[in-house]
């Protein structure tokens, strides 16, 4: 991590590279200080080249509550580096003032009363409105688009991602690489790649059975911006046929594939690319890895961890960026490039507080127009909450809390499993829950609800299992998300040990029992990639435990005894 005070000087000194971040026009306003559209959008255009970054946005067409985590926890040679700090620690490293702007859009304290002040984030006709504005300022800049935006949404399930598809179409991205969107299955996603007017790339998505490059999926597309040959070189989620079900997607294979990115580097160069740009999804860890093994690279465009950080980090000279999710944020990166070579950039993480930004009205009328034929089913109102209803953190959100309720009184089990997924809007304490509220933190396309035996022996495999993939300290083995959830259970994590050993002392809550290695217990979940599943849909499952509930309390989760963070 570069810290704001180092940050230029040391640049410089690693590099040659001239570096600024727009963060303090926003990061500094006083917490009682009015916001406008100008101050948010200000920026001193620089060089010759500007990409425009957006990520992860999980089918959130309109505006929505989002809080950032509160723990994220990074191992090896990550401990205490960004994006694995949290809350006051991270407000102290940017300098961010308590009560501000910037400590509501990037920081989880204080929550309630902030997003009360400062109101909803996103909506991706604010986003249009942006995307717009630098265009205005630079017409030939690079929109780039991290994927993960096909999914995530009742109306994107519904339409099989037709919404979001006629919304970013209308953004008019330049290029986007994928991870979700395969769970659509490969044909939808053939389907609409085929039909789309922009570049769809990925250097590591590969034909199955011949481990070739897909031809579906270029790995890079060269654009000529502002006198400079730009390469974009795709990369898309490298474990999707581990941490999705495969079977949806049969004829593609994935992996990190470094030895071929740097081959699509040298390529690229040989081409002429003065500029390299990765368009990547291997989460933040992952991309700083991959710029430490792979030269060449000038700016990565980092998705898929959800981080947001208001200032980039070097790797030797590589620049990564990493713009947030759910459309809370639109980054802009600036480029001086001459004779071949990046000299400096400039970058900004422009925040969408969606009171402050005026909606694009023809975005706005696009987004009412694919979302009026659900409208009534999407407004109904299913509940009320007493508790602030968040996802995010290692090892819970109250949302997740909730979903496991519901699969244990639902189901009638012992115990409930749900997935570390990072996608998913917030909903304030006070407010009615609607249907769209639930599907935005369930929605998939395998989302049945299983009821099924596992002895407390398998448990431990699956914790542990899951935890490796969160707490190796190699990030190429760690796959982004965040620790299973679980209902009904409790245990101890040591996260500094190896795999099989992190877990201990299992215990059934409701009994106060430890966990028996060799006896069966009654297990819920959701999100099998087990091809076949059986089982009532996850968003029936909760829309009927909050139903019978009327008001929902999700009491504090101390079920997890985290040793070593």
């Not at 000194?13 to 001239?18: N, P, Q, R, Y």
């Not at 769809?200 to 400079?228: S, T």
């Not at 474990?239 to 999705?244: G, L, Q, T």
């Not at 809007?425 to 369930?442: F, K, M, Y």
Request: charged share 20%; aromatic share 10%.
């Amino acid at each position: 991590m570069i810290s704001r005070r180092d940050f230029l000087q040391t640049s410089m000194a690693a590099s040659a590279l001239l570096g600024a971040s727009g963060f303090g026009q926003w990061g500094r306003l006083a917490a009682q200080q009015a916001l406008t559209q100008d101050q948010l959008l200000q920026f001193e255009t620089f060089g010759n080249v500007s990409l425009i970054h957006v990520t992860d946005i999980h089918a959130q067409l309109k505006p929505i509550y989002f809080r950032e985590p509160s723990i994220n926890i990074g191992v090896g040679d990550n401990k205490g580096a960004v994006p694995h700090v949290t809350g006051a620690e991270f407000r102290r490293m940017y300098g961010i003032e308590d009560g501000s702007p910037s400590h509501y859009a990037l920081s989880s304290g204080d929550f309630e009363a902030l997003a009360r002040g400062y109101g909803r984030v996103g909506g991706l006709d604010r986003v249009a409105t942006v995307i717009n504005h630098i265009r205005a300022d630079r017409p030939d800049a690079l929109l780039l688009d991290g994927g993960d935006t096909w999914h995530g949404s009742y109306t994107c399930y519904h339409t099989q991602g037709q919404d979001m598809v006629e919304v970013m179409n209308a953004l008019k991205p330049d290029a986007m690489t994928f991870h979700w969107e395969f769970t659509l299955g490969s044909e939808r996603v053939n389907e609409i790649v085929e039909g789309l007017p922009f570049a769809a790339l990925g250097q590591n998505i590969f034909d199955a059975e011949w481990d070739e490059p897909a031809e579906l999926f270029p790995p890079y597309k060269f654009f000529e911006r502002g006198g400079v040959k730009v390469a974009v070189i795709g990369q898309a989620f490298p474990y999707m046929p581990i941490a999705n079900p495969g079977w949806m997607f049969p004829e593609y294979a994935f992996g990190i594939r470094d030895e071929n990115m740097q081959e699509m580097v040298d390529q690229v160069r040989a081409e002429g690319a003065e500029l390299v740009v990765v368009l990547s999804h291997n989460g933040f860890d992952v991309d700083k890895k991959m710029a430490g093994i792979v030269s060449g690279i000038d700016v990565i465009l980092s998705g898929h961890t959800h981080d947001a950080l208001p200032e980039p980090v070097l790797v030797s000279e590589t620049v990564i960026v990493a713009s947030g999710s759910n459309g809370k944020f639109v980054s802009r990166v600036d480029l001086d490039v001459r004779n071949g070579r990046m000299m400096g950039f400039r970058h900004k993480l422009i925040p969408i507080f969606s009171d402050v930004i005026t909606p694009d009205p023809e975005v706005a009328t696009l987004i009412d127009t694919v979302r009026a034929p659900y409208e009534s089913a999407l407004s109904e109102v299913i509940g009320k909450t007493d508790s602030l209803l968040y996802r995010r953190g290692n090892f819970n959100g109250t949302w997740d809390d909730l979903i496991c309720d519901a699969l244990l009184s639902e189901r009638e089990a012992d115990i409930a499993l749900s997935p570390g997924v990072r996608w998913g809007p917030s909903i304030l304490p006070g407010q009615d829950i609607t249907r769209e509220d639930i599907w935005n933190v369930t929605s998939m396309s395998y989302g049945a609800a299983y009821r099924t035996e596992m002895t407390g022996e398998f448990l431990h495999v699956v914790l542990e299992d899951v935890a490796d993939n969160l707490f190796n300290p190699d990030p190429y083995y760690q796959q982004g998300g965040d620790m299973v959830r679980t209902g009904g259970l409790g245990y101890r994590i040591d996260i500094t040990k190896a795999q099989g050993s992190r877990i201990t002392e299992m215990t059934l809550l409701s009994t106060g029992e430890k966990i028996d290695p060799s006896k069966t217990y009654q297990v819920a979940g959701w999100a099998s990639v087990n091809e076949g599943t059986e089982g009532p849909q996850i968003w029936d499952v909760v829309e009927s435990h909050i139903a019978k509930q009327g008001t929902v309390t999700v009491s504090p989760n101390n079920s997890v005894n985290v040793v070593g963070a």
